[in-house]
């Protein structure tokens, strides 16, 4: 029987894996999970940042155990969903949240191998071992709600935008699809949330940039989003308010989603892509200028 209108979004007695829980949305989304009653097991690579969010949360009256881990390593990630049965008996939600982008501004003609490989690994690799664990747990279990979190930059191709990462988070939509039409027979529903521009430390460079107009001008609200507006969409997700939702991915953007729209590139963001990054890697390939004809 479905949820009575007022417990939909009880998570009360669940517990919640939350990966690059450290800083950031992944810290705004284990606050929201832990005030909604979840208890919680927070990973990322910096331990001493877990430990700080693990006692803020405390407060909260929450169960936390905060574990390192680098979710590019599949034997630290299935670590990480053991010790979360291990400490709490259960794992009802995983939010895969960790995310990089190490390409920055590089152009798609300039990106170095190393950086496109080290982009995937984060952001589509490491999501998916973290899918793949939280889920074979979660089948065993009979239930679960695994959060992919995406990009509306998964929806269309943005040109000159971080190249790997676009390629990751689109991918990460057609994980969401694949693993939900896969588990649904057992229980285990598989959603994405997608945002749209949202100030993080991931972000910041950006925003404080001449790229904020253009980005304010893609979105139908014409502005940024605030943290707290992916809360509502987390805890949906989350909990037996989506009981019939799977394989679904929510763009919270501002409207950018509906237009898909992108404004042309000038020669002040190209020359910022230029600037900001080393070695060339911001600079355009162009046409070869055609050589003068011979007065002979």
Same mark, same amino acid.
């Given at each position: 029987?479905?949820?009575?209108?007022?417990?939909?979004?009880?998570?009360?007695?669940?517990?919640?894996?939350?990966?690059?829980?450290?800083?950031?949305?992944?810290?705004?989304?284990?606050?929201?999970?832990?005030?909604?009653?979840? =208890?919680?097991?927070? /990973?990322?690579?910096?331990?001493?940042?877990?430990?700080?969010?693990?006692?803020?949360? &405390?407060?909260?009256?929450?169960?936390?155990?905060?574990?390192?881990? =680098?979710?590019?390593?599949?034997?630290?990630?299935?670590?990480?969903?053991?010790? /979360?049965?291990?400490?709490?008996?259960?794992?009802?939600?995983?939010?895969?949240?960790?995310?990089?982008?190490?390409?920055?501004?590089?152009?798609?003609? &300039?990106?170095?191998?190393?950086?496109?490989?080290?982009?995937? &690994?984060?952001?589509?690799?490491?999501?998916?071992?973290?899918?793949?664990?939280?889920?074979?747990?979660?089948?065993?279990?009979?239930?679960?709600?695994? @959060?992919?979190?995406?990009?509306?930059?998964?929806?269309?191709?943005?040109?000159?935008?971080?190249? /790997?990462?676009?390629?990751?988070?689109?991918?990460? @939509?057609?994980?969401?699809?694949?693993?939900?039409?896969?588990?649904?027979?057992?229980?285990?529903?598989?959603?994405?949330?997608?945002?749209?521009?949202?100030?993080?430390?991931?972000?910041?460079?950006?925003?404080?940039?001449?790229?904020?107009?253009?980005?304010?001008?893609?979105?139908?609200?014409?502005?940024?989003?605030?943290?707290?507006?992916?809360?509502?969409?987390?805890?949906?997700?989350?909990?037996?308010?989506?009981?019939?939702?799977?394989?679904?991915?929510?763009?919270? =953007?501002?409207?950018?989603?509906?237009?898909?729209?992108?404004?042309?590139? =000038?020669?002040?963001?190209?020359?910022?892509?230029?600037?900001?990054?080393?070695?060339?890697?911001?600079?355009?390939?162009?046409?070869?200028?055609?050589?003068?004809?011979?007065?002979?």
């Amino acid at each position: 029987m479905p949820p009575s209108s007022s417990s939909a979004y009880d998570l009360t007695g669940r517990v919640a894996l939350v990966t690059g829980a450290s800083s950031g949305l992944g810290t705004l989304f284990a606050r929201a999970l832990a005030a909604a009653g979840a =208890d919680l097991v927070l /990973a990322a690579r910096r331990l001493d940042r877990l430990e700080q969010a693990a006692d803020d949360l &405390r407060r909260l009256g929450r169960a936390v155990v905060p574990v390192a881990c =680098d979710v590019t390593d599949p034997e630290q990630v299935e670590a990480t969903v053991a010790r /979360a049965l291990e400490a709490h008996g259960r794992l009802d939600v995983a939010v895969a949240n960790a995310g990089s982008v190490p390409e920055g501004l590089s152009l798609p003609e &300039r990106l170095p191998p190393a950086l496109f490989e080290q982009s995937l &690994r984060v952001n589509l690799m490491g999501t998916w071992f973290t899918c793949q664990s939280a889920g074979r747990a979660m089948l065993a279990a009979g239930r679960g709600s695994i @959060i992919i979190i995406s990009s509306v930059l998964g929806l269309a191709g943005w040109p000159n935008w971080p190249p /790997a990462y676009q390629i990751s988070k689109a991918g990460a @939509i057609a994980m969401t699809r694949l693993l939900a039409a896969s588990w649904a027979d057992r229980g285990v529903r598989v959603n994405a949330l997608a945002p749209g521009w949202f100030p993080s430390e991931m972000t910041d460079r950006v925003l404080a940039s001449p790229f904020r107009p253009r980005i304010e001008a893609t979105a139908a609200l014409g502005r940024i989003g605030e943290p707290e507006e992916l809360l509502g969409p987390l805890l949906l997700l989350a909990s037996d308010a989506s009981s019939y939702m799977t394989g679904t991915t929510l763009f919270v =953007d501002g409207g950018g989603s509906a237009t898909l729209g992108h404004l042309p590139y =000038d020669d002040e963001l190209y020359a910022l892509h230029a600037r900001v990054m080393p070695d060339g890697l911001g600079e355009r390939v162009r046409p070869a200028e055609a050589e003068a004809p011979s007065d002979g």
